[in-house]
């Protein structure tokens, strides 16, 4: 179970459910949106409300996250919807028969714990972080076992009373082939990059967020020969732009909208300019990509960047001209920050989380 098509959370549910069929090709797996099996017209409604303080108030979001006070006030609401949620769930799991619930996402993990308490259930329940920095929102007595995505993560969560036999540290899960290696050459030539220059990578996310396009435009000023690919996600007003752009640039620039092979693009990739959203981070690491990290939304993405940036994998950008500063220090003068990072990166990565969740659910 996950919340929200389009998103880090329903990518790591697809990356384990490619992993359970791996092991065992004729397994029966329900892969569901919680939120829109549930509540449909809530999670438009909360899904509407989350992208405009987002995009205008921000450090509203900031006081919201993983704030003691805000859980506690919230607690009556969210047994309340738990409580209105049970016929619906009822009728899934006797329907289903599920021999094991594996949750991408705090609110429906929350959701299956509290129905296992009301119905006195026996039915393993597994949580799966998919951010660098756990928060309280994930904490039931119902849940069976914890995947944390670093030992920091599991610290944590120990802190606040989980036993550590119920954590298991696999880090985030991702699909099954950013663990392949290819030609870089061969790469270069199907995905029409030249192979001899560095080539910078930058993704606002699957919504395309954050000030891509004046990215784009600073790197391009940049003197110094490097290529450019552009992840738009689902955001086609950006697309559109950036293509008519492209025409007028001195350097390479490819446009992409939502693609389906990011492991490839990063494995050609010199560098990435991101949003760091859980998923797309243990992607580049898997990648032993290096990071440069700007206008991470504040609470999750904000915790993400504050512990990439104490593992040496990544760089914060604090402004746009702080972008042109930072590539150019990497490609001209200091290389060997880059091979460190890269270093970092190999050292610190998980990309076997997907299959060793798998693994965990078949034989817990």
Not at 5 to 23: D, F, M, P, V
Not at 86 to 111: H, R, Y
């Amino acid at each position: 179970m996950y919340i929200t098509l389009n998103s880090g959370h329903h990518r790591a549910s697809c990356a384990i459910e490619n992993a359970l069929k791996r092991i065992s090709p004729n397994i029966e797996i329900l892969n569901i949106n919680a939120f829109g099996y549930t509540n449909p017209i809530l999670e438009k409604i909360i899904n509407r409300t989350y992208m405009t303080v987002i995009h205008n108030k921000p450090e509203v979001w900031e006081y919201l996250y993983d704030n003691p006070k805000v859980l506690k006030s919230v607690q009556g609401m969210r047994d309340a919807i738990h409580r209105f949620n049970s016929k619906k769930l009822k009728m899934l799991v006797e329907d289903f028969s599920p021999d094991a619930v594996v949750c991408t996402q705090a609110f429906p993990c929350g959701m299956i714990a509290d129905y296992k308490r009301n119905y006195n259930l026996d039915l393993p329940l597994i949580g799966v972080l998919t951010d660098h920095a756990p928060h309280a929102y994930w904490i039931f007595s119902k849940v069976d076992y914890y995947v944390m995505p670093s030992e920091a993560s599991k610290e944590s969560f120990i802190k606040n009373g989980i036993s550590p036999s119920k954590i298991k540290v696999f880090g985030v899960p991702i699909d099954l082939k950013f663990n392949m290696k290819h030609d870089r050459n061969e790469l270069c030539d199907k995905l029409g990059f030249d192979s001899k220059k560095p080539t910078v990578l930058i993704m606002g996310g699957s919504q395309g967020l954050g000030p891509v396009e004046n990215i784009v435009s600073i790197l391009e000023g940049i003197d110094i020969d490097f290529q450019l690919a552009v992840i738009c996600g689902i955001n086609k007003k950006l697309e559109g732009i950036l293509t008519k752009h492209a025409r007028k640039y001195k350097k390479k620039l490819v446009v992409l909208g939502h693609v389906d092979n990011v492991d490839e693009l990063m494995e050609i990739s010199s560098l990435v300019i991101t949003k760091p959203g859980g998923l797309t981070t243990a992607e580049a690491l898997a990648k032993d990509l290096p990071m440069i990290i700007v206008r991470p939304i504040p609470g999750q993405e904000q915790k993400n960047t504050e512990f990439l940036l104490s593992q040496g994998v990544a760089l914060r950008a604090q402004d746009h001209e702080d972008i042109a500063v930072l590539v150019k220090e990497l490609f001209l003068n200091n290389n060997n920050k880059l091979m460190e990072m890269r270093a970092r990166a190999a050292e610190f990565k998980k990309p076997n989380a997907a299959m060793d969740i798998a693994e965990l659910v078949l034989n817990r």
